[in-house]
Nanobody
Framework: QVQLVESGGGLVQAGDSLRLSCAAP????????MGWFRQVPGKEREFVAS????????NYADSVKGRFTISRDNVKNMVYLQMNSLKPEDTAVYYC????????????????WGQGTQVTVSS
């Protein structure tokens, strides 16, 4: 069992931008849909965005549409989440996730989770 590795979190002010990165083993990564989720301690993990195995079929939570962009690079075995116009309500631990399926990633299809990276947005 190998873990996904996220990076890029930090403390920013409302309106700022961050880009999260996730590295994964190629054998697991290349044919799997990938997703980003976020969680506040004591609450369930919330879907943020997903992307199909070839980089199409993107989906976003309503709360981040127009502000966040998910992308992937199958040569580098990387997935990214560009976060613009950050709001205090975006504060959470963000998790990279690999789905058992190829086109979409939702909570029930996740096979592997990263360790999480903290994003804190101040007012």
């Amino acid at each position: 069992q190998v873990q996904l590795v996220e990076s890029g979190g930090g403390l920013v002010q409302a309106g700022d931008s961050l880009r999260l990165s996730c590295a994964a083993p190629g054998r697991m990564f290349s044919n799997n849909a990938m997703g980003w989720f976020r969680q506040v301690p004591g609450k369930e993990r919330e879907f943020v965005a997903s992307i199909g195995w070839k980089g199409s079929n993107t989906n976003y939570a309503d709360s981040v549409k127009g502000r966040f962009t998910i992308s992937r690079d199958n040569v580098k075995n990387m997935v990214y989440l560009q976060m613009n116009s950050l709001k205090p309500e975006d504060t959470a631990v963000y998790y990279c996730a690999a789905s058992r399926t190829s086109q979409t990633a939702v909570a029930s299809t996740i096979q592997y989770w990263g360790q999480g990276t903290q994003v804190t947005v101040s007012s």
